[in-house]
């Protein structure tokens, strides 16, 4: 195991250049068995998620080559297992796709229930529903998830809330379905459109992706593609924040700005200075920043996965901040770990209470899960003295190179095996 060390009170500057999305590549890299084909697919971050998810997809028979770090070629044509069981896979939320891209395809999949970070309660009963409506019958044994069809046909779906994960997957059920099937109370998810905008390119006929009715045209086949994933929206505004949590002055590169504005208008909110370029976003905050409330909301309201890492950020504002959690009940865990290093927050039900500092501490601290674990680290940044952030494993989960990058914009943070004397190691 290892653990991150991080010697805060550092101002922040530079250019960061941020990776592609995540949570469209792996909706994506599922995707491709649709095709029974080759794509070429660029811009996947190189993180922990997605090495697990192509793990399990070559179980399956998908032949995959890294052509470089964030170029994979991944040729579906010789799948021969339809059932994923590999331990790993249980980690991570969007094993799930693989049920929709397989029961698409093969009109079968077997796959074992996903895993993910501790935050809440996160069904799937809206995939099945939306599985049984296009004629699918999905029964779940002993923690496998079993869904078969001898026909997909499209139909109507109104999905009882607006859920990423469901709409996603039914529009990989549905692509290959026989008719029209029309998603009503779609999410409107960036990667959402990452993943609609793939599977066209593959021959797929899907519109209205991005807007909360999305139609769906069956087509008979589809074939292979050169595609590239969108820019990460959630590590764009993670280093947005750690400009303005060090008073710092930071460019995020290689971003759609319009992804962003959520995160934007608050910082604007609370005293930084942004300044929007055509796929950048400058951050800088010399002034003392204001506290605020913040509600998470499906996009294109305050995205749930920022929250943790805004919370930190309000612990260092003048005045008392609400933090209104809208889309997890368990999202609150980190919150003692912030505490520990001099916040002063209290939880009530789905709520946050920030009363400001003027300083935080360093102190040994554990990430509970990937966002909470961005959140210590920008708490970190801030923060006087050493900090050490265990639990690193669940931040690899969606960071690439998270050390090397904050090295580069002036940080003082390095990576160690636990138990190693820290004092040996000095960043040059």
């Not at 998810?53 to 021969?80: A, F, P, W």
């Not at 001099?342 to 300083?359: D, F, L, R, S």
Request: aromatic share 6%; with cysteine.
């Amino acid at each position: 195991m290892e653990q991150l060390v991080i010697k805060g009170n550092t101002r922040l500057t530079g250019e960061v250049f941020i990776s592609g999305a995540k949570n469209a590549a792996l909706a994506i890299l599922p995707a491709a068995i649709l095709a029974n084909d080759v794509c070429i697919i660029e811009n996947v971050p190189c993180v922990k998620d997605i090495k697990v998810l192509l793990q399990s997809m070559e179980q399956l028979g998908v032949l995959v080559e890294y052509i470089d770090e964030h170029k994979i070629k991944v040729d579906t044509r010789n799948i021969h297992n339809l059932k994923v069981d590999y331990d790993y896979i249980k980690k991570i939320r969007a094993s799930y796709y693989l049920l929709g891209a397989l029961l698409g395809k093969y009109r079968e999949a077997e796959v074992a229930l996903p895993g993910g970070c501790n935050i809440g309660s996160r069904p799937i009963d809206q995939h099945i529903k939306g599985f049984e409506a296009l004629g699918a019958k999905v029964e779940v044994k002993h923690g496998i998830i079993e869904a078969s069809a001898d026909d997909l046909i499209g139909t109507n779906i109104f999905l009882d809330m607006s859920s990423v994960g469901a709409t996603i997957n039914i529009m990989l059920a549905a692509v290959l379905a026989e008719g029209t099937t029309v998603i009503e109370n779609a999410a409107k998810e960036p990667h959402i459109v990452d993943v609609a905008n793939f599977l066209n390119s593959m021959g797929a006929k899907i519109k209205g992706a991005g807007t909360d009715v999305i139609k769906i045209a069956g087509v008979d086949e589809l074939h292979g593609t050169e595609y590239m994933i969108i820019p990460d929206q959630i590590e764009a505004g993670t280093y947005m924040i750690a400009g303005a949590i060090t008073g710092g002055d930071v460019t995020v590169t290689n971003i759609i700005p319009k992804h962003m504005e959520a995160i934007s208008a608050k910082l604007i909110e609370m005293g930084a200075v942004i300044e929007e370029y055509d796929e950048a976003i400058r951050v800088t905050a010399n002034e003392p920043l204001k506290n605020i409330h913040v509600k998470t909301l499906p996009y294109p309201g305050f995205p749930t996965d920022m929250q943790p890492q805004m919370t930190a950020l309000l612990s260092k504002t003048s005045g008392t901040s609400i933090m209104t959690e809208s889309i997890f009940e368990s999202r609150f865990s980190y919150t003692d770990e912030l505490n520990r290093m001099g916040a002063n927050i209290k939880v009530e039900g789905n709520t946050a209470v920030v009363e400001g500092v003027k300083q935080l501490t360093g102190a040994e601290v554990a990430a509970p899960d990937l966002r909470a674990g961005a959140g210590l680290i920008l708490a970190a940044l801030a923060a006087k003295g050493e900090t050490v952030i265990t639990n690193v494993e669940y931040i690899d989960r969606g960071y690439e190179h998270v050390e090397q990058k904050l090295t580069n914009l002036g940080a003082d943070i390095f990576r160690v095996a636990e138990k190693t004397d820290k004092s040996m190691f000095k960043v040059v």
